[in-house]
Every structure is written in C-alpha cells, then in structure tokens.
C-alpha cells in the first residue's frame, strides 16, 4: 500500500497563500483517485479537491473552487494543493488521501474510506492576523 506523505502546512494571515504537497513512496496505481481533505475540530471531514489517476479529471469543493488548485507531477510523485484568498474558516489539519473511487468527485464526496485506502497524517493549516 502506497505511503503519503504531507508538507506546507503552518501559519499564514488572512487573504494569504500556501502550497501542499503530498508525496508518495511508491507509484500510485491508475485505479486511484487521489486529493485533498481537511477536518477542523468538532467537524466533519470535508473533501476539498480530488483528481483522477486514470483521466485527470479534478473534482472541488464549493467551498473552494476559484481559491484552490490541485495539481500532479508524475516525476516527483507528489499532488499539491495551492491555497489561496485563505480565511480563517480555512484553519484545519489538511491530509492527502488515495483511494479506489471510481471518480475524483466521489472520492471527495464519499463518507468513509474503502480498506485498500492509504492517507496521510496531516498538517495543519492555521489562517489568524
């Protein structure tokens, strides 16, 4: 089972930037999906942004479509998440997660993970002035 790696996190001021990166020790099947979640405590896991191994297509989250963007480099192994415009409701642990979906949307949307996923162990993100 592959394993993922998160970095990037940490303190950043309201409208501010970050970069994510997810890197993973092994290749990472086609029949994955992969992306982004985040849980903030005392609330739900939330899937933010999740890509297609197989056809590269991308999945976000209402919450922040126009300020994310998920992207891979086959070479380094490794998906990131650029953050921008981040606000205060952005706080959380974000973590990288891989699993056998079907689609990137139902990766993001699916309620719990299946036994073959693999996840990070997170990083947090704090956005305060």
């Known amino acids: 089972q592959v394993q993922l790696v998160e970095s990037g996190g940490g303190l950043v001021q309201p409208g501010g930037s970050l970069r994510l990166s997810c890197a993973a020790a092994g290749s990472i099947s086609d029949a994955y999906e992969i992306g982004w979640f985040r849980q903030a405590p005392g609330k739900e896991r939330e899937g933010l942004s999740c890509?297609?191994?197989?056809?590269?297509?991308?999945y976000y989250a209402d919450s922040v479509k126009g300020r994310f963007t998920i992207s891979r480099d086959n070479a380094k192994n490794t998906v990131s998440l650029q953050m921008n415009s981040l606000k205060p409701e952005d706080t959380a642990v974000y973590y990288c997660?891989?699993?056998?979906?079907?689609?990137?949307?139902?990766?993001?949307?699916?309620?719990?993970?299946?036994?073959?996923?693999?996840r990070g162990q997170g990083t947090q993100v704090t956005v305060s002035s």
């Open positions: 890509l297609s191994m197989s056809d590269g297509s991308i």
């Open positions: 997660a891989a699993d056998l979906a079907q689609t990137a949307q139902r990766l993001c949307t699916q309620t719990s993970f299946s036994p073959f996923a693999a």
